[in-house]
Structures are given as C-alpha cells and as structure tokens.
C-alpha cells in the first residue's frame, strides 16, 4: 500500500487526496499499488521545500494558472501544481492514464479496463518518467443562467474538476438561490466564480423580476432595456452589488450585463454601458474586493451596435467578453459565406487588437451547450469546436465560457445528456487540439460492441444538424422549430422542409444500419429527431 503525503493542509490539496484515495480502491489496485510514496502538492511547495523529488533544474511555465506535472520514480509518484486546483488535476489525469478512470459524463466516473495506461499495474516504471500538461487558455469556464437543480449543478461541479474547468459563471439570480447549497463543492475544487448575466433587473427589483420572467416564454424577452447614459439609478445598484458580492465565496468576476434585448433609443450605447461597468469596478476596489469586472460585447436582439465596438474606446479598467448570437455553426469565422459571420468575425478582430494596447483581456462567450440557440434537434460539433478553440486561440485571448441552457419543452427530452458530448469536448478542446484522443476518449464510455455504431451515429448528427443553426438569424426571434411564430417567404419554407426531410431520412438510414442498442441514449435520441423533425414537417405545412 503506497504512503500519501500532503504538503500542506490547503482544503483543495485535502480534497486531492480523499479523491486519490477514493479512486484508488474504485480501480481495484490498492493492495498492488507499485509505489512507495505518492506526494501532492504545489510547485512552489516543491521548489521550497523538497525540490529534490522533481528532479530537475528547470521549470516549465507558460504563465497558466493550472499547469501541472506527473513525475514518477520506482518509489514514488509526484502530483504537482501551480496551484492547489492544479494538483488536483493531475491527480485525475494520472487516475485515468494509469488506471482508465475518467467521467465522461456528470455522475458517470468509471474505470474502463482497456484505457490506454503508461505501464502495467503490476509493475513499476523501468525509469524516472515525467510528464507537463498546459492548458491552451487560462479561462475555461460554464455560463449557468436559470437551471435551479442543485443536485444538478453539484454533479456538473464534480464533472468539472475531473475535465478540468476552472469557471462557473451565474446569474445573481440563480446564484442566490442556490449558491449556498453548492459552495462548498466549489471550495474544496477552487473552481472561481463569475456572477453576472442579465441581472441588473433581479438587483434593481427582485418582485418586477420574478414577475416578468415567470410571464416570458424565454427568460429575457419581457424586458426593456436600461439607459447607462442616466446615472441616477445607479448609485444604490452599485452599493447592492458591491454589498452581495462579499458574501460569494471563490468570487473572481462580475460579469453584469444589458438587458437581453436591442437597444433602439440609446445613442452610444456601448460607451455609457462600459463606463457604468468601470464604476462597478471602482466600488469594489474601494470596497477591498480584489474582484475583476467585465463588460460584453454582444449582439442583442441581433443590434449590431451593442457587439461592434465602433467609436468606443476599449476600457483600460475592465476587459470584455464578446459573445456573438446568431452563428451558422456549419462554419468557421474563416469560411463562412454569410456576411453576419464575417461581420462579427471582423468586429471580434477588432476587439482583440485594440485590448492588447490596454493589456485588458478578452473572453468568447460560446452557445455550445445552448438549447435555445441550438434546439432540441441539437447538433454535436466536435469538429467545429476544435476548430473555434484554434481560431480563438490565435487572438490571444484569456479564455472561454460556454453557456449551458436547458430545453423547456413538456415532452421528456434528456437535454442533459444531449449537451454533454459538446459539453465533453469543448473541456478537452481546451487542453488539447487531439481529435482522435478527445473522441476515443469520449467512446469509451460506451460498451466496446456499441461504439463503433455510436460514432457512425454522431458523425450523421454533425453533419446534418448544424444546419438549423442557419435559420436563426433569418427568423428571429422565432427558429426553425417555431413554425407558428415565424414569418417566412414560400420559398424559405420549402428549404425548411427539405432540409427536415433530409434530416430525417439520414438518421433513418443510420439507425437500419447500425444496430444500436435501443436502451442506450443514442438510439433514443435518434429516435428522438426521427420522431420531432416528422411532427415538425407537418406543423411547417399548415402554415
């Protein structure tokens, strides 16, 4: 049985080794453990007090917070960090590499027997051995807006130290209704905390906010927008964010945002929106609150001049989360044919140019895990994920956060696991540009017999879904599977139809192929989208 030594008595250095020692006995390996000694702790624990168990004289460091390293000798094995959350990390990459432990999806840790490993259980490396891993932003990071499901949100905080996010962004409003409850998960993982999003309502006048999102059928639709050219309503907003935010623990970020709706009246809108956000960051400076602000950049009601920074100067305060609604996920910024993209692609550019004369940082807001962008007749996209990450990468960006919303609907939709195969990949994109070890990495959840079947299955869904995306644009606020709503041309309704069709008659095709098992959640879906796209062919015919 190997010895474990904890450098210091840090909560998430503590939790690193509860987690070691419950996946140890989850591997079945506890009485043949090679290894004499396994210690866990930070570099800077290593450089000051034991730098004789690294082994070496230079230190990697690209500059990320969450770079780590694997080092292992005959008789030891080394985790270590840049910080606590790091070591934390390279206590779950080393479950899976030498053990095939890994959590695919929330609530799913599991050992899989044929996972590749770095050497046999029952024998010890023939040599020291040592491996880094960087992360390629320092931002990595999941936007939650309304889901009240705490034991939900606690199964998606495990998931997110086991594929190593750092982030967790929430609404005021959702944060205070369950933010309780979940800090302590997020304490002993040192996940950091965003709150934002479209709360400025919920802080002004938490009853007209309950109100009116319980009357909306998409949560922001029942708004108006607010004038940041008029202060008077801001003093006291300010102090009542200011006085919230010291009751947050690991809070790092506001991220306050307009109204989700087009500002029509406002002339320079930007520019009175990001200068109310550089007083938000003064008040909590002279609060004592080491906490960054942000403002975003983002299409509202598809308003061009709330995403486009024009006349606006960059902030030298705060930094800027650009978040473009309306892509057609078919294509990249680079290659798209539809002149919205190239536009958001040129005023993103923009942005990322003119911040790095201000050294404030830029992040991209991504709707990957969106079911009201992506509805239910949602598209996996690993290949365009893995593509975006190398895009955004090249703008030197901070970082990442992709927005989770759940379906609405009454029928019973597992919009949960729908999201999670983007949701899997948007974290292993952010470390890796592997997509064969991402994808094989993912399959392995599945029976060895069914994975080939899966994947033909998933290549279907990415190649035919992601077309409905091209529509919501075009038929805002309504989108392909709101029929009844939208305003189409003869023509158009045509194309819908025939894109349905295909859909339809694809995934038809691959499920008489594969043989899938009906009880898994891949057959399900399938039958899932076989079933909706029929009974949407007809709701697009009586119109």
């Known amino acids: 049985m190997s010895k474990l030594i904890m450098q210091s008595n840090h909560p998430v250095l503590a939790f690193a080794c509860e987690e070691w020692n419950r996946l140890l006995q989850l591997s079945g390996r506890a009485a043949t453990m090679p290894t004499d000694e396994v210690w866990v702790g930070t570099w800077e624990e ?18 990320f917070s969450d770079e780590f390293v694997i080092y292992e000798t005959e008789n030891k094995i080394v985790l270590s960090g840049k910080s606590e959350r790091a070591a934390l990390y390279a206590v779950y990459q080393y479950a899976q ?10 609530g799913s840790t599991s050992s899989t027997s044929n996972m590749k490993q770095q050497y046999p259980v029952d024998s010890k490396p023939a040599r020291e051995t040592i491996r880094w891993y960087a992360p390629r932003m320092e931002r990595r990071g999941f936007v939650f807006e309304t889901i009240n499901e705490p ?22 409003s959702l944060w205070d209704q369950v933010g309780e409850e979940i800090a302590p998960e997020l304490i002993k993982r040192g996940i950091q905390v965003t709150l934002g999003g479209h709360s400025m309502k919920f802080i002004l006048n938490r009853k007209e906010y309950e109100d009116l999102n319980a009357e909306a059928d998409h949560p922001y639709t029942a708004k108006s927008q607010l ?14 964010i200011t006085a919230y935010c010291h009751t947050v623990p690991n809070l790092t970020r506001i991220s306050l945002w307009p109204e989700d709706i087009a500002d029509r009246q406002t002339e320079g809108f930007l520019e009175y929106y990001v200068q109310f956000t550089e007083k938000l960051k003064a008040s909590l400076c002279q609060s004592g609150l080491d906490v960054e602000v942000e403002h975003i950049a983002y299409n509202a009601g598809l308003a061009w001049n709330m995403l486009e920074r024009n006349e606006a100067k960059p902030s030298t305060e705060v930094d800027t989360l650009y978040a473009f609604w309306g892509r057609d996920y078919r294509y990249g910024y680079d290659n798209s044919p539809h002149e919205s993209d190239r536009r958001a692609k ?17 992040t991209i807001f991504e709707y990957y895990s969106d079911h009201f962008m992506l509805t239910n007749l949602f598209p996996f996209l690993p290949q365009r994920i893995l593509k975006d990450v190398a895009y955004y990468e090249q703008q030197n960006l901070l970082g990442m956060v992709n927005l989770v919303v759940p379906y609405r609907g009454s029928d019973p939709y597992p919009w949960k696991w729908v999201h999670g195969f983007n949701s899997y990949v948007f ?30 299955l998933f290549e279907v869904i990415e190649a035919k879904l992601p077309r409905i995306t091209s529509w919501n644009a ?9 029929p009844e709503k939208a305003n189409v041309s003869e023509e158009q309704q045509e194309m819908i139809l025939a894109t349905l069709e295909d859909i339809g008659s694809s995934i038809q095709s691959i499920l008489q192929q594969s043989g899938l098992n009906p009880d898994l959640e891949p057959y399900r879906y399938a039958q899932h989208i076989l079933n909706y796209t029929d009974n949407l062919k007809q709701r697009w015919l009586k119109q």
């Open 46 to 63: 290593l450089k000051n007090g034991q730098p004789e168990l690294l082994g070496v004289d230079e230190w990697r460091d690209s500059g």
């Open 97 to 106: 590499e030498a053990w095939g432990i890994h959590c695919v999806y929330p």
């Open 151 to 172: 034991h939900y949100l606690k199964e998606m905080i495990d998931w997110f130290g086991h594929n190593k996010i750092n982030e967790m962004f929430f609404t005021f």
């Open 227 to 240: 004038n940041f050219k008029d202060s008077t309503w801001q003093t006291q907003l300010l102090q009542d």
């Open 346 to 362: 040129e005023a993103l550019e923009d942005w990322a140019r003119r911040l790095r004369s201000t050294e404030r940082k830029l």
């Open 427 to 456: 974290c292993k994109a952010l470390w890796s540009d592997q997509m064969e070890e991402i994808l094989t990495d993912y399959y392995s959840c599945y029976p060895e017999s069914e994975r080939a079947a899966v994947q033909a």
């Open 474 to 482: 075009l038929l805002f606020p309504a989108r392909v599977v709101d």
